[in-house]
């Protein structure tokens, strides 16, 4: 897509990041203390807490992936969007009010409150960075996908300009900026996401959508042909190549991919292949998915449109058994050359099939099967041992006012998610999904609208991901020189050097996050993101849980859970299938296992570890504490 920056887009994304820095200088003299840099003082409201955490949790995960796994799965994408709220109930009812009185800066404080365990503290501050990595990722890669339409710049660039930025704002004030970085993008974004989805019910829905346009006001929506093999022959496209159902057709020196579908007719395909894109070098993808039909009105009151409709008229329209929407997927062949191509080509389904489950998760299989309830689990157990939601409980005064707080997220969250829905079903049925990368479904949505909301919502996004990243670096950084430093190496720091082995271990993190963002850029950012709550529900809760609610829980079962929950999950990851199909550069046939998700295994192994640890270890630890 022809995308480039604008000064308004350019404006607003520099007055965002001015008052980002802002914030991070003027909170920067209450940072003197290790108390003030890891945890604000302690002395944040309740209120404005809740919306902090809502700004933490709703990272790039929240507002590009889900929106962009809605726009081209439907029901499947929404599911992320219920496995994140779910979580919150065990946060709420389980870690919120004993995660304040046992801790103090970490969640290494808190589990080695009982202890003052050396393997505790380490195996705690490991899971940490383990997690906080994980989590960085994605957010890092979703920063890359916003600057490239928001700045004109390349994704390379945008991971470079968030990782630089944050790093300025975790060492100059921590948690006490990041929290109203927190506050202030998380208000924002639950704002903006509302009046973008009050325009999109403004304007309904039709079969003719108000595409994006180039600069002479030329739509770009991809619209793909439909033909059959004697129709193309009599236009003078001939046949080179046939892979699986896909076919290779030349034309006066054109190359163009077709797809057969089930009642042999051929439907136009976008490709790439290297760096040769739709058959030109260097060419982009044109943004895609529209509805063709809606269900109880007639082709030419669809054309024209429903006008303006409720929420629930909106969902109705959708999911009507006669209403077609054009769902794209994506598909890796090799051409006559061996060269791998990327197809994405278009089905067409009904509004009943758009939100029905199994376009991703699909349960036809004992391993879709295992995936899918692994995956739910991640989300379900995950929140409430993420490194840098838990640090927040830190930042009030009291365990009521962390009860409070998390009350208020839980709000602030569900509304949103409500929210996420009706932006990725706009998405899919307003030709605003760039194929390539989905991430950018809701933003584009937004270019819709035209170029003012588009730069206001890609500038609070870009700072969605400022916040969570700031978040997880001041996580990241606390683990490295309050645990590890200073607790478990015994250096003894001062509350000043506490505070600056904080800031340098914030650069060393941020640059290990900059370069797993550029390396794993196109993948899902939600996608990525269940991976991290999986190695954080497989590492952290057992240990949490079991600490809180078994009292024959022994340090060495704690050390053996952490240990055994992040080997599992992240074995299970890198050896699996999504992997391999994705950064390896391999095929899914060739991974070690099917299992795509590790929480249904790497969780109760956890738990299982801990259990028969600590039982074995009773006497050793009875000893101990006499």
């Known amino acids: 897509m022809n995308l480039h920056g604008t000064p308004l887009s350019i404006a607003v994304f520099a007055v965002f990041v001015l008052a980002v820095l802002y914030l991070s200088f003027f909170f920067a003299r209450k940072a003197k203390s290790a108390s003030g840099y890891y945890a604000a003082g302690?002395?944040?409201?309740w209120a404005v807490n809740g919306i902090s955490f809502a700004g933490d949790y709703l990272s790039a995960a929240s507002f590009l992936g889900i929106c962009g796994m809605i726009a081209t799965l439907g029901y499947d994408g929404f599911l992320y969007s219920v496995g994140y709220l779910a979580g919150w109930v065990v946060a709420l009812f389980v870690v919120a009010e004993p995660?304040?009185?046992?801790?103090?800066?970490?969640?290494?404080?808190?589990?080695?409150?009982?202890?003052?365990?050396?393997?505790i503290k380490l195996a705690a501050a490991i899971s940490t960075l383990v997690v906080s990595i994980c989590y960085l990722i994605p957010q890092m890669n979703g920063a890359g996908s916003l600057v490239e339409p928001l700045l004109g710049l390349p994704h390379w660039v945008g991971v470079v300009i968030v990782g630089s930025i944050v790093i300025m704002i975790v060492s100059t004030a921590g948690m006490a900026s990041t929290t109203y970085v927190q506050f202030l993008k998380g208000g924002l974004l639950l704002i903006f996401s509302t009046i973008m989805v009050v325009f999109l019910l403004v304007r309904g829905i039709g079969t003719d959508p108000v595409s994006l346009q180039d600069a002479s006001g030329k739509k770009l929506l991809f619209v793909p042909q439909q033909s059959t093999e004697a129709e193309l022959a009599t236009q003078g496209y001939q046949p080179v190549h046939k892979a699986g159902e896909f076919l290779k057709f030349t034309r006066e020196g054109e190359t163009s991919w077709w797809r057969r579908d089930a009642q042999g007719g051929l439907w136009q395909a976008q490709w790439a292949a290297g760096d040769v894109v739709n058959g030109q070098v260097g060419g982009l993808l044109q943004p895609v998915s529209r509805i063709t039909a809606i269900g109880g009105l007639t082709a030419e009151e669809a054309a024209r449109g429903t006008g303006p409709i409720s929420p629930v008229g909106f969902l109705a329209s959708l999911t009507h058994a006669e209403t077609r929407i054009e769902q794209w997927h994506t598909a890796k062949v090799a051409d006559e050359a061996g060269r791998r191509t990327t197809i994405y080509y278009p089905k067409n389904v009904s509004g009943t099939d758009e939100m029905k489950p199994g376009v991703k998760f699909k349960v036809d299989t004992l391993w879709n099967k295992l995936n899918f309830i692994s995956l739910m689990m991640a989300l379900f157990f995950g929140t409430a041992a993420l490194p840098h939601i838990l640090i927040r409980y830190y930042t009030v005064p009291s365990p009521a006012c962390a009860r409070k707080s998390t009350i208020v997220a839980i709000?602030?969250?569900?509304?949103f998610y409500v929210l996420?829905?009706?932006?990725?079903?706009?998405?899919?049925?307003?030709?605003?999904?760039?194929?390539?990368?989905?991430?950018?479904?809701?933003p584009l949505l937004a270019m819709s609208f035209g170029k003012v909301l588009f730069a206001l919502i890609s500038a609070i996004a870009?700072?969605?991901?400022?916040?969570?990243?700031?978040?997880?670096i001041v996580a990241a950084?606390?683990?490295?020189?309050?645990?590890?430093?200073?607790?478990?190496?015994?250096?003894?720091?001062?509350?000043?050097?506490?505070?600056?082995?904080?800031?340098?271990?914030?650069?060393?993190?941020?640059?290990?996050?900059?370069?797993?963002?550029?390396l794993f850029r196109g993948i899902n950012v939600s996608f990525l993101v269940g991976w991290a709550f999986a190695v954080a529900a497989s590492a952290n809760l057992p240990a949490i849980v079991m600490l809180l609610f078994w009292k024959r829980t022994t340090a060495s079962g704690i050390v053996a859970s952490i240990t055994v929950g992040i080997i599992s999950a992240l074995g299970i990851i890198l050896t699996g299938p999504e992997m391999f199909a994705g950064p390896y550069g391999r095929t899914a046939a060739e991974a070690w296992h099917k299992l795509g998700q590790p929480g249904i295994i790497s969780i109760?192994?956890?738990?299982?570890?801990?259990?028969f640890v600590s039982l074995a270890t009773q006497k050793k630890a009875v000893a101990a504490r006499r």
């Open 42 to 45: 302690g002395q944040i409201h």
């Open 604 to 611: 109760p192994l956890s738990f299982l570890t801990l259990v």
């Open 420 to 442: 996420t829905l009706f932006m990725g079903l706009g998405a899919a049925t307003n030709g605003t999904v760039n194929p390539a990368d989905s991430n950018m479904s809701a």
């Open 99 to 119: 995660m304040k009185r046992m801790g103090k800066f970490t969640f290494t404080d808190a589990v080695d409150a009982k202890y003052d365990s050396k393997g």
């Open 411 to 415: 709000a602030a969250i569900g509304f």
């Open 462 to 472: 870009f700072a969605t991901v400022l916040g969570t990243v700031a978040g997880l």
């Open 477 to 518: 950084s606390g683990a490295v020189a309050h645990d590890l430093m200073d607790r478990y190496g015994g250096m003894n720091l001062t509350e000043t050097q506490k505070v600056r082995a904080g800031k340098i271990s914030a650069f060393g993190v941020g640059i290990v996050a900059i370069i797993l963002g550029i």
